[in-house]
């Protein structure tokens, strides 16, 4: 699990609470009509500047590498805002989305549209080829910054490129002008670390407290991952470093609940629309999540077609589609998203 240090009494809560959001949720879409998902994502392109020892990104073969088409960027988002729709994700499970040339501009479309809610995730790495300001105020309210334990050794052999030093100092220049930043949209930044150690020795590291520790405020949060998903069987231990672990992917324990995950839908750079979007198999055999493809129809009739109305059915009767079964992602509601209502 990431950790995030919470006391037993707001984890208590939080976990009450999102049963109940749950439940609420879900109990809308079965029985009321055109639902809106909770969460619209967007694939900004689906190629990666690292290949991270722990993600299957660069296993998997889309027909190209592509940035996410503009008129579906904007149709998606333009139905996502008329149908209400209040928070955005720019990440799916795959891409950096700063190797795109135009995300300032497309993060400013949707800053009009004044979205509740924006995040994205990012390796940090290509930060230093835009204005950090602009980026503080582009619109996104929330950022994750992915990274290995500081110890440049560590990073490189986990997210396999040659960027640490690139890294180090575009850290460095984010949170330092996010804390003297007055104007910014950004309100919380997230560190995690995807580590083969705990936190505590994360957090010891001369890079880390060079870099980072200074600039520590209770707006950014520092947590770190040391379990894994095993990307649908691709990922086996043996690709990880020691202290670095393929999480249990038992689903058996699973609740009746519909994950979280079955209230997202993703928009791929192709124009495919799928649900979750966490999950993928390698060679395209993931159908089990395509909905449809965005020219033929708007993203409210592909979220309650039968193909989500059936996954969620199944998560209810505990016969959850082979890819959740094969998943640690599921959720009864997202985490933070819980303790931002609650
Ligand atoms: S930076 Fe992200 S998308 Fe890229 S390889 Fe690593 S985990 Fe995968
Ligand atoms: S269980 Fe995993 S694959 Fe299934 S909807 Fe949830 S996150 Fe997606």
């Not at 993060?107 to 980026?135: A, M, P, Q, S, W």
């Not at 839908?265 to 390698?282: A, E, F, N, S």
Request: charged letters at 25%; one cysteine or more.
């Amino acid at each position: 699990m990431f950790i995030k240090e919470l006391s037993i009494k707001e984890r208590f809560l939080n976990k009450l609470y999102r049963g109940y959001k749950n439940i609420e949720m879900n109990s809308k879409y079965f029985l009321y009509k055109n639902q809106v998902p909770l969460f619209l994502r967007l694939e900004m392109v689906n190629v990666c500047n690292s290949k991270c020892i722990f993600c299957s990104s660069h296993l998997i073969k889309d027909p190209v590498p592509a940035f996410l088409k503009d008129d579906y960027f904007y149709k998606a988002v333009d139905e996502f805002k008329g149908a209400k729709g209040r928070n955005i994700s720019l990440n799916s499970i795959r891409g950096e989305m700063f190797i795109d040339p135009k995300i300032l501009d497309r993060l400013r479309y949707i800053k009009n549209l004044d979205f509740e809610f924006v995040f994205c995730y990012t390796n940090g790495t290509l930060l230093h080829k835009f204005d950090i300001n602009e980026i503080l105020n582009s619109g996104l309210t929330e950022m994750h910054i992915s990274i290995a334990p500081l110890i440049e050794e560590i990073y490189t052999k986990i997210y396999v490129n040659k960027k640490y030093k690139q890294l180090l100092e575009n850290l460095r220049n984010l949170l330092k002008t996010f804390n003297e930043s007055r104007e910014k949209t950004v309100k919380k930044i997230w560190i995690e670390f995807r580590s083969d150690r705990p936190l505590s020795e994360c957090l010891l590291t001369p890079d880390y407290l060079e870099y980072i520790s200074p600039y520590v405020t209770n707006d950014i949060i520092i947590g770190a991952l040391t379990k894994f998903d095993s990307m649908n069987g691709t990922i086996k231990e043996e690709d990880l470093l020691p202290g670095m672990e393929i999480e249990n992917d038992e689903t058996s324990n699973m609740s009746f609940f519909p994950c979280a995950n079955s209230s997202s839908i993703v928009i791929k750079p192709t124009g495919d629309v799928k649900i979750c979007g966490c999950r993928y198999l390698i060679e395209g055999h993931d159908d089990e999540f395509l909905l449809g493809h965005i020219k033929n129809n708007t993203i409210i009739e592909l979220y309650n077609s039968d193909i989500v109305r059936k996954m969620k059915i199944k998560f209810i009767l505990n016969g959850q589609l082979g890819l959740c079964r094969k998943c640690t992602g599921y959720g009864v509601y997202p985490f933070q998203f819980a303790q931002r209502l609650s």
